[in-house]
């Protein structure tokens, strides 16, 4: 039976159960580092799930660096002992679902970072997609819409602007989740918005100037809202 149309949980135990039969698939034909995995047509079939699933539970043990996938050629057990591979599945397999105030708390910590980072390595071409953010966000706040998606557009450039390629995966792998649950909790109040404009703008200010330091307190200032929502003061 095909498994289409599941709901976020069922589709987050889903992907956990694939990766458990990859496993196990690993261990009984005793797959060594580079020998190549059933396609994701044969493993779907056998696993009684659509190839997306199985292709998104690869994907999931790519991140991790535990199969390698070749374009045209098919799927690969990646330069890892069977004892480290076995150990590092069942933590992921332990891993559950992040809440919301989590990714929240990861995303502060994260941002006060790249804040710093990009007064002290923003570019010309940064400022520009930075501003075009920031005056986007504006356009949508001064015309009454919702603006989260804008909100976040202009703290990834920030972090693109950090010129550090982990942090900016970090924030890309969260910032869905966020924008997905933003309004559901209500974190933020509508009539906040405005003071958001003015917040941004302060931020920009401060990369712009090249100042780290303030650049990281500008932020921690705009978070204010959202640390009273992870911290309870």
Known sequence: MKLDILAKTET???QKMIISKIRDLINAKNLEPGDKLPSERMLS???EVTRSNVREAIQKL???GLL???PQSGTFVANIGVTALNGMI?????????????????????ELKTARLAALR????????MKEALDAYSEKVNNGEDAVQEDLLFHLAIAKASGNST????????TPEIITNFEKYHVCDKSLAELGIVEHQSIFDAIKKQDPQLAKQKMKEHFKILYQYCYNT
């Open 12 to 14: 987050f135990d889903l």
């Open 45 to 47: 079939e056998k696993f």
């Open 62 to 64: 790519e991140f991790y």
């Open 68 to 70: 390698k996938s070749i």
């Open 90 to 110: 069942e933590d992921i397999l332990r891993l559950e679902q992040p809440s919301f105030k989590s990714l929240v708390e990861t995303r502060i910590l994260l």
């Open 122 to 129: 923003r570019t010309d071409e940064d400022l520009v997609k």
């Open 167 to 174: 942090m900016n995966t970090f924030m890309l792998i969260i």
